[in-house]
Each structure stands twice: as C-alpha cells, then as structure tokens.
C-alpha cells in the first residue's frame, strides 16, 4: 500500500511538472538550463535591485533602458547589460557557472552581509543548489558530505558534527539568525542537528574556528549558520503562486521523503509554506567486510517481548541494525510584509517533530554474553521555533542597516531505557522554554565599517521522571537527569566589530565582545538528587577580541592572519547532569566548573585562477585553557555506585589545566575542461591534553578526512563521482575516559575506510528533473570514528522533483 502511494506521488509529480506561468525576462544556467532564483537585477546607476523568483524571472519594469543593470548570483559570472540597449520582456539571460565564485557573499561572519574576500575566517558555503543535488537525507549527512565536518551518530536518527576537533555544545548551530544551542547542549554527542529541514534551506554556511566575537559563548570550533528560504513577493500587481514538490526513495534503509512547498505574494506580502515528511526503515550496513575485525559491527540479535518475557530473537540478516528506523515531520510558515524597499517584516514558524528514536548503540550494548537493554530510545524530539525579524536598511547617522530578531524556542526531548528481563521502563523528559532578543546595527564610514549590537537569552528547563512497570502499569518516581526543582541559564552580551579596507588590497578587522552568563539549579528533593548538596548558582564573565588581516594581491592571491580567543561558559549540563555516559560509567554533577577558554591563531592561503579554479591552505593551532572535559571522581569517598541497577564508576565533569589543539585543510578545485571540474579536501586535526608526564589524547579529534570528486555538467545533465575518505583512529590517540567511544571500535581503534560514490541529475524539462544516487558503490562495511551504528550499506536513491 506504501508503495502504491509511493507511485502515485510521483504520477502527480510527473503531472504538474508541466504547469507553468508566465513573467516578465528570465534568468537561466548556462549549463543546464534551469531557472536560477534569487539572483540580483541591479540597477548600474541607483543600486535599486530586484531578485529573481523560483523561476528564474523578474521584472524590469521600474528600470530605465538607458540607466543599464547587471545580473549576480553566488556561483556564477556577472551579467552586464549596457546602458542603452534594449530589452524586451521575453528575453532570457543565461549566466555561466563559476566553479568557484571569488565575491560571494557571507553572513555568519558578522550577522550582516559582506564580501568573502574582506573577511579573515575560512568560511565554506553550501548552496541551495548543492543541497538539493546531495539527496541528503539530513542536514547531518549534508555535513558530512561537504568533505569538511566530520559527523559521529549513535544512531541512525543522529548526527554529531565535529569541526576542528570540537563538538557538541562546544560548536554554535544557528538557524534563521537564532542560536538552537542551550542550557542542556551536552559535551557527549548530539542529534539536535536532524531537526532541521533541508528541503527548505537556501544556504547553510560553516564558519571554521572560534566565533565568540559575533556569537558569544560555545562557538569554540565553529559555527553552522543554516538559513531558510525568504518569501518571494509577486513582479506585478497580481498574486503570484509558485511551488516546489519532491519525492525520493533510498534503498539503504528503505527510506521515503516527501517535500511540499508553495509561495503565495503580491508586491508587498508573501508567504511561504513548507511540509516534509520522512521514514527511515532499519539501516541495512554494508555487506563487504575485513575478516580481520571478526563479528565487529553485526546485528546478531533483536530482543522481543514474547508472552510477557523478554525473548532474544536471532537476527536472520545480520546486515540489518534492527530497532535503528524512525521517522520525522518538518514544518515552516515563514510571513514577509515590505511596506517600502528598504523594509522587512517576517514572521518565521518552524516545527519539527519525530517518532521514538531507538539508541542503536546502547540497543547492540552485551553484559556477561546478554543484551543490556531491552528498549532504549530517545522519545519524540520537538522543536518549536517562533520568531519576529524586523530588518530596516533607511541609512541614519547611526547606522546603514538595522535587525532585531525576537525569538521563542520551545524544546521536548526524553530518554526512556529499560534493562533486559526488567518490568520498569525509566523515562526522564527535558522541557524547555527559550527566549532570545538579537539587535544589531551596521554603519559605513567612508573606509571603516562598524558592525555593533546586544544579545539576551533566557532558558528555563524542566526535568521530570519516572518509571512504569509495564507488566502491572505501576508508577515509581526516580531520579531526575536534571536537578528536579528545575534550572535557568541565562546570557546578556554586547559586542562590536570594525573593519578597515586600508587599500584596495588590504583589509583590517577587528572585534571583541563582553558576556555575562548565569546558572542557577534548584534542588528540591535531596533524597532523588543526593550528587549535590546544594543548589548551583554560577555567575561568569568574559570578554572576547579578535584581530585579522586580509590581503587580496593583485595577482588573485588571498592572505589570511587571523588572531582569536573563545569562550563556553558552563550549562546546565555540565554542572548537574547525572547520566550513564558510557557502559559501566555514570557523570555525576560538578558545581564548581569553571569557563574553558580558547586562544588561536590561523592563517590561510587562497590563489583563484582566471578559468574559476582555486587552491587553498589554511593552518591553525589553539591553545585551550580550562577545557572541560571527562576525568574520574568520588561519590560519598567511593569511586563507584550503583545507577540504573548497575554498579558504575563514576566520572564528572572537570577543567583539565591546558590543552593544545592544531591541524590543517587543504582544498583544491580545478576545472578539468568546459564540463568537467576536479575538487579535493583535506583535513588534520591533532589535540592533546597537557599533563605533568606525557600528554595525554584530547577527545573529539577526528582521524584525516576528507572528500575527492570529478563533475561533470553538459546542457541538462550533471553528474558526480566522488570518493570519501577517513584514516585510522589508533587506539593510542583514544581518549578512553571521555567520549571517543573506544568500546564502539575495534580492539585497535576505528579502521581507515573509504566510499565510491555517484551523483547524477537530468532536467526533462524547465519544471521537471530525475535524480539518482549511488552510494558506497563497493557495498563496504564500515564505522565513522566514535559512532555507535555502523554506517549505510550500498544505498540507491531517486528523487523527483517538480517546480510549478
């Protein structure tokens, strides 16, 4: 029945891929001739602009002929049109592809738009267009496909991103302006990422290295800035409806996406409507496997409920992780009113929302030869996103341009375990509650450019818990993840960045920021919560700067200083979590944490050539002071207690007096001919915790990644071969007290691997194209470092999508 709906999607999709309506010129992709949205009509003479729809069409009506205008979109050649030349509304302009765009435009940098080439940081931009022609399933494995952020999952309903050998709470997730990090961000590993829809994304930027200056605390490593497609008003005096449909199918894990959106406007309001559904199957891994690492990997057994007893049932296909599948529903309102050119008011509604998630790592987990668990899994994780940005671009004597964005998060997520042969299912749910207030000012004075504004945010959260004997449906309470009188954390920060273009070639920035943080978690019933004697109250300031230098040579080489410091104050759960962290491991609360600190310096190297190829390096090293990490500890003077009906040792959270991190990245992309573009990534990272004998291995530092691809574009075809790679994670680089998971690798660590892999897309038509994916062509099995799910077997895909 599935499939027979599956099929008639696709029949409808197939249908309405011949609608269309007609506007005034439209913009096309050279290559492949398909509609480019969002490109800028610029006026020469006044700077007035108008963007292209999603068809690729604009209107030129409030444009005089002999005034001239030109055409830009991120990736692709400048288009001139001359003063005085005539044109007619049915004209259609092509645009040649860059394989490398030298001024594209970045905002993570500084919340305000400005040229990549002014900025010191390395920045890596995914477009809309790359996002659509991944077929990732979530923006974790769109991540992971850039060849730069390596991604850990736990579970096939995961994705934790690593980025300069930081991750979890200790790198920054920005959706739409709004930071999604909050009080209960964990250092482990997170999911949070997955609640993010790609369907409707237009970019998503990835800043490398410390952002505390622009976001202030936990953007150590770095920070993911994912934006969602604006509204598009309608070119003439009538509505205008526009829309977008897809649906795909992944062999891998019997997956089924389908994605709906539609944009209704007239010239001064617009709305956009988006819907996706998703359903992941069990995760078949990959059949073709190194004898050497014996059953490593295999799914043996399911444990099932048979007759009221917990039976273990012999998996008949140990390729198949059971209990991994899981589905989610994503959804986003977004409103735009512009009264005037230089006006925005957009109301933003996003809601996400899954089935149960199952911890596949904690579900394969064997004590004395049997299973440990017979459920695990995360419940549905709920995020709520509401918010208001007003964004004014009338120049005063203050400022050029003007943001606020007003923002309310609301956040659901529960753990829910229960031991084999146990009648009682644990359940602790987190609740949340996030209101956040961004303002911030951009002036431009002759050569100086101040960017300036104040951040406030409030978090509240909630812990309940409690077990239920699922046999007599008896209530117990237990022990809360959180102190159970409930906790706050909240931050007030201002900062100011300057930036001086000294000459035509060099550029001066700098910046810093002052933040003040406060923690506060009440302990109501001693005798639930007995790891911490009193309530926690912390209050922490910091004060941020960076200094960078950008020099644009006039033989197209970039070079990049850059000079930076970061700061994470401590959350709530690092201070009062009480968690089993790994097998036979229990975190235990640590009130008198301290702020772990982050002082680097990077430089970086970039030579564009004129046919769009680039090379570029860049090297870093950071010292990191205080940093916080996993060491052993005492309950009550003993170092072990029983937690969950195990006896478990017990750890805490706790400052390690210095650490030192450094690595680098290398990038190539060249274009082989007309059609075919070779590009390549590279990715070191080394880190170290300094002791007084020998050094000991930092946690969270990847193996040598990296991404190697040929594409190929000709008329409406496009198409990629690319190679994934990892090194080995020897067992002499784990940190085994903290979260590398070294009881998820092999005895010697996690094995090098690599996929071959295949992208192609056709366009039948200017509103019809057919995708198909091939991954892990060779069908290996394999595990990226510190997950607890080995990854997708050979996994084929074909998506169909339709503009209307």
């Known amino acids: 029945m599935q499939i027979r709906k599956f099929f008639y999607t696709l029949i409808f999709i197939f249908l309405l891929s011949f609608y269309s309506n007609a506007q005034t010129i439209q913009v096309l992709s050279k290559s492949g001739l398909m509609p480019i949205a969002g490109a800028e009509v610029v006026n020469q003479k006044n700077g007035f602009f108008t963007t292209t729809n999603y068809e690729g069409k604009a209107s030129l009506s409030s444009f005089k002929t002999q005034e001239g205008f030109y055409i830009n979109h991120v990736g692709y050649k400048i288009f001139n049109h001359p003063p005085g030349k005539k044109i007619s509304k049915d004209t259609v302009i092509y645009l040649q592809k860059y394989s490398y765009n030298l001024t594209s435009v970045t905002i993570s940098s500084s919340r305000f738009e400005e040229n990549s080439q002014e900025v ?36 096939q ?65 770095g920070v993911m800035h994912f934006t969602t497609r604006k ?20 062999s891998a894990n019997n997956g089924t996406n389908a994605h709906l959106n539609f944009n209704f406007g007239n010239k001064k309001w617009a709305s956009l409507t988006s819907i996706t559904a998703s359903n992941y199957d069990d995760l078949r891994q990959g059949n073709v496997r190194n004898p050497f690492y014996g059953d490593w990997g295999k799914s043996t057994f399911v444990v099932d409920r048979v007759n009221g007893v917990d039976s273990i049932i012999p998996n008949s296909n140990i390729n198949i992780q059971k209990r991994s599948g899981y589905s989610q529903y994503d959804f986003l309102q977004k409103v735009l009113y512009k009264p005037s050119q230089n006006i925005d008011h957009i109301l933003n509604v996003q809601y996400s929302t899954s089935s149960n998630v199952p911890r596949y790592d904690r579900l394969s987990q064997v004590r004395s030869g049997l299973p440990r668990f017979s459920e695990w899994y995360y419940g549905p994780q709920n995020r709520l996103l509401t918010s208001y940005l007003f964004a004014n671009n009338n120049k005063t004597k203050l ?35 996030i209101a956040s207030l961004n303002v911030d000012f951009k002036k431009t004075i002759a050569a100086h450019t ?19 004997n699922i046999s007599s449906g008896d209530h117990s309470i237990i022990d ?69 230098l950008t020099y644009n040579t006039n033989n197209s080489f970039k070079y990049s200083l850059l000079l930076s410091s970061g700061f994470r104050a401590p959350n709530i759960d690092d201070l009062a979590k009480v968690f089993e962290s790994v097998a036979g491991t229990v975190i235990i609360p640590n009130s008198n944490l301290k702020p772990e600190y982050t002082y680097n310096a990077e430089l970086s190297v970039n030579k564009s050539f004129n046919n769009g190829g680039v090379i570029e390096w860049v090297g870093y090293y950071t010292r990191y002071l205080d940093a916080i990490t996993t060491i052993n500890s005492q309950f009550e003077g003993q170092d072990s207690l029983f937690y969950d009906g195990q006896l478990s040792q017990v750890v805490t959270s706790g400052n390690a007096k210095q650490a030192y991190i450094y690595g680098t990245s290398a990038s190539i992309l060249l274009p082989l001919s007309k059609f075919v573009t ?48 990892n090194g080995w994670k020897r067992v002499k680089d784990y940190n085994l007290f903290g979260e590398d998971n070294f009881s998820k690798a092999t005895p010697f660590g996690t094995p ?11 366009h039948v038509t200017e509103h019809f194209n057919v995708q198909l994916n091939i991954d892990n062509l060779l069908d290996y099995s394999y595990r990226v470092f510190a997950s607890g799910i080995h990854a997708p077997g050979r996994n084929i895909s074909i998506t169909l999508r339709v503009k209307f």
Do not use: C
């Not at 979530?138 to 992971?144: G, K, R, S, V």
């Not at 101040?450 to 959260?461: A, D, P």
């Not at 409930?486 to 700098?510: C, M, P, Q, W």
């Not at 090098?752 to 056709?762: C, D, H, I, M, V």
């Open 399 to 433: 400022y050029d341009q003007f943001k606020v964005i007003a923002a309310y998060q609301n956040i659901e997520e529960s753990r829910h375990n229960r031991s084999y042969k146990s009648d009682v299912l644990n359940s602790r749910v987190e609740q949340l509650n």
């Open 480 to 548: 809360t993840r959180y102190p159970d009188g409930g906790s706050e954390y909240n931050t007030f920060s201002g900062y100011a960045t300057h930036k001086y273009r000294i000459n035509d070639n060099l550029v001066l920035s700098d910046g810093f920021r002052f933040s003040v943080v406060n923690a506060q978690a009440l302990i109501t019933n001693q005798n639930l919560f007995p790891y911490l004697q009193n309530n926690i109250s912390q209050l922490n300031r910091a004060l941020n700067g960076n200094l960078g």
């Open 450 to 468: 101040l960017n300036y504004g104040v951040e406030g945010i409030y978090n509240n959260v909630k812990s309940i818990a409690n077990g239920i």
């Open 752 to 762: 090098a691997w690599y996929t071959l892999n295949l992208r192609s897309s056709y």
């Open 231 to 250: 509204p598009m008003l309608s070119l003439t005096d009538s509505l205008q409806f526009l829309g977008e449909s897809y649906v795909r199918y992944s």
């Open 678 to 725: 070779l590009s390549s990534t590279y990715n070191y990272t080394f880190g170290r915790i300094e002791t007084d004998t020998t050094d000991y291995p930092l946690d969270h530092i990847p193996p040598v990644f990296g991404k190697t691809s040929l594409d190929f574009t000709k008329n409406k075809f496009e198409g990629s071969f690319f190679v994934m790679y």
């Open 120 to 155: 010191p940081h390395k920045i890596e931009k995914i477009s809309r267009k790359e996002i659509e022609q991944s077929n990732a399933q979530t923006p974790a494995d769109l991540l992971q496909q850039s060849g730069s952020v390596l991604v850990q999952k736990s579970q």
């Open 157 to 221: 309903g995961g994705g934790s991103p690593i980025i300069r050998g930081f991750e979890a709470n200790k790198v920054l997730i920005v959706i739409d302006g709004v930071r999604m990090n909050n009080a209960i961000y964990r250092g482990g590993h997170l999911q949070n990422v997955i609640t993010l829809d790609n369907s409707v994304m237009d970019n998503v930027e990835i800043l490398f290295g410390a952002g505390s200056v622009i976001y202030g605390s936990d953007a150590l490593g």
